[in-house]
């Protein structure tokens, strides 16, 4: 698989703001791409080397929507979630620059 299809967007909260100071990096990622894809495609796409990898499968989660004709329930997508570590010393420019 492609990394370009492997790592979809990064995610930048809060949280993950204070993750990056302890040098790990949050990414939304495919349904399908497992834990040794992740690292590699965070590889070829940043050059850096990872050390591990944590991933999870975010639940889709309820949702009511509002219209004229009255209340309609919905619901988010799931989503996969990883949360990548590097290296001490090591970053991604990209991150730090924002």
């Known amino acids: 698989?492609?990394?370009?299809k492997i790592i979809i967007e990064p995610i930048l909260t809060e949280k993950t703001n204070a993750l990056r100071e302890k040098n790990k990096y949050v990414f939304k990622v495919n349904q399908k791409a497992n834990k040794i894809q992740v690292m590699k495609a965070v590889r070829e796409m940043f050059s850096v080397k990872?050390?591990?990898c944590n991933i999870m499968n975010v639940k889709r989660k309820p949702?009511?929507?509002r219209s004229?004709?009255?209340y309609?329930?919905?619901h988010t997508s799931a989503w996969k979630k990883a949360?990548?570590?590097l290296h001490p010393g090591e970053k991604i420019e990209i991150f730090e620059s924002t």
């Open 1 to 4: 698989m492609d990394p370009d």
């Open 50 to 52: 990872p050390v591990s």
């Open 63 to 65: 949702r009511n929507v």
């Open 68 to 70: 004229r004709s009255g």
């Open 72 to 74: 309609r329930i919905g």
């Open 83 to 85: 949360i990548v570590t």
